[in-house]
């Protein structure tokens, strides 16, 4: 058995060397995965002007990142794009022979989200944040983020987020917008993003 004045500063010691490991481990755990779909989200969101680190935001919330995930209103791809969607972004482009599996296909599925997205942002320009609108408008479809503008403050998102009226919708928002965050701090250095988060690319909000 170890003198006690020898067991204190050993125990002391790996103390530290398991919250080292914990805090490695924590660490690894919360940094965003590269994967092979980042050049695809970072050249598409420069075309459209739309900021990557939310069009990566939403692909990880929509399908973490598994293109062949299909939602249960036959949403296809990376970013769940509807059939519907998908049709109107390849008539769009002028896009012969477009099927609707082609959204599993990877680069597809994010120019044709990306492209959605673009449009919903544009639309709600004018509010003082259009991020909360377009992402509502994404998930529920544009009646219900009409519906859930406030007459008395239409262009307020604080005041349109609370008349959500699907808490799923406000959870999806608010879980892309923290992941976002998270993403612009996380990958500010990573070679891919490090423009955008500089500013040095002009986005839509």
Known sequence: MLPRRYAYPLLALLTLALIGEMTVFYWREHQPKVNPYDPAIVSISRESGVDPFLVRALIWRESRFNPMTLGTAQEHGLMQVTPMVG??????????NYKDDDLYDPDTNIRAGTWYLSH???RWSQTDDPVPFALAEYNAGRSHALQW???????NHAAFMERFSFPTTRK?????????????????????YRDFSSGN????P
């Open 87 to 96: 049709q109107e972004w390849a008539k769009a482009h002028k896009i012969a």
């Open 120 to 122: 919903a942002l544009r």
């Open 149 to 155: 503008v406030d007459p008395a403050d239409p262009q």
């Open 172 to 192: 999806y928002v608010e879980d892309i917008i923290s992941q976002r965050e998270n993403y612009r701090q996380s990958l500010a250095k990573n070679p891919l």
């Open 201 to 204: 690319v002009t986005l839509t």
